[in-house]
């Protein structure tokens, strides 16, 4: 981030400086969402295969809990997750891969979240995993009680569902 007098300016994506030190993958469809109210949880979504989606996330307005979950077939890391707090001021930007489940809550009233895909979106092949599954348990702000929910995200199943497909 460069300041000066009228304020800053920034580079948010570079091709060929993401291919070179992070993933070598083109991205295809830019996603924006808007949350009125702190403690909206969305996810945990995956796009199926053969269209999986990598996501590159930042956080335009307010500030998220953004969480990854790896789901990869026969990986070592099956089930486990991480957390990252992205903001605005921070400029933070967390790589999701393709083949990890992809959730954030937000920490502010009126977040506002940009994000990157590999693939474009596909309806027919939209999936997730319960946000509060213990098998995983993400550690989030807030719990099933307080979290606003979309009516899908209320009722996916646990992440033994993948197991038994
Ligand atoms: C994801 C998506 C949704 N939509 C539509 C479907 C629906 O009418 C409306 C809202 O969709 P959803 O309820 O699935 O939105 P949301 O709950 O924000 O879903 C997103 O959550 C985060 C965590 C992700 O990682 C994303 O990949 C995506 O799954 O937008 C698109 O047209 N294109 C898209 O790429």
Redesign the pocket.
């Known amino acids: 981030m460069i300041g000066d007098t009228r304020g800053y300016f920034m580079e948010t994506f570079k091709d060929d400086w993401f291919r070179q030190h992070v993933a070598d993958v083109g991205f295809v469809?830019d996603?924006q969402?808007l949350s009125s109210e702190t403690g909206t949880i969305?996810?945990?979504?995956?796009?199926a295969d053969p269209f999986p989606?990598g996501?590159l996330?930042r956080c335009l307005r307010g500030a998220i809990f953004d969480v990854a979950v790896d789901i990869r077939d026969g990986s070592p890391t099956f089930g486990q997750w991480i957390s990252a707090t992205l903001t605005p001021e921070g400029a933070e930007q967390l790589w999701?891969p393709e083949g990890f489940l992809?959730?954030?809550c937000t920490l502010e009233k009126d977040t506002e979240v940009f994000?990157k895909?590999t693939n474009?979106?596909r309806?027919d092949l939209?999936r997730?995993i319960a946000f509060d599954d213990p098998d995983i348990g993400v550690d989030w702000p807030v719990g099933r009680d307080k979290a606003v929910l979309?009516d899908?995200?209320k009722t996916l199943p646990a992440l033994t569902s993948l197991l038994k497909a």
């Open positions: 469809q996603n969402a969305r996810g945990l979504h995956f796009q989606q996501k996330v999701v992809h959730g954030y994000y895909v474009t979106y309806p939209d997730g979309s899908k995200d």
